[in-house]
């Protein structure tokens, strides 16, 4: 599966822009997905994933209540939600994704795109 992530760009502190990761190649539905992010400087952690269906979804402790996952599988595309931006969320953001298991996983994905960064202005 190809993954291919947009949305970034420059943000002012307090936004709320949206990512996209479209995905193509293999079925999409075949496969639970997950947003990363690296600071600079900083090694890359997990923020959230999503179950290939949808129904289940999982966050980094640092992110709950503030970035929502979903995904569109008749569009083949997850997305992430990210409100009340600050400074420190200035990173680049990846989309991954990993056969789908049991549980939504927050490492041992096998496909990534390219990333896509974003700057939070203050």
């Known amino acids: 599966v190809q993954l291919q992530a947009s949305g970034g760009g420059l943000v002012q502190a307090g936004g709320s822009p949206r990512l996209s990761c479209a995905a193509s190649g293999r079925l999409f539905s075949d496969y639970d997905m997950g947003w990363f992010r690296q600071a600079p400087g900083k090694e890359r952690e997990f923020v959230a994933g999503i179950m290939w269906s949808g129904g289940r979804t999982r966050y980094g402790d640092s992110w709950k209540g503030r970035f929502t996952i979903s995904r569109d599988n008749a569009k083949n595309t997850v997305y992430l939600q990210m409100n009340t931006l600050k400074p420190e969320d200035t990173a680049v953001y990846y989309c991954?994704?990993?056969?789908?298991?049991?549980?939504?996983?927050?490492?041992?994905?096998?496909?990534w795109g390219q990333g896509t960064l974003v700057t939070v202005s203050s």
């Open positions: 991954a994704a990993v056969l789908s298991r049991v549980a939504v996983p927050d490492s041992g994905y096998a496909y």
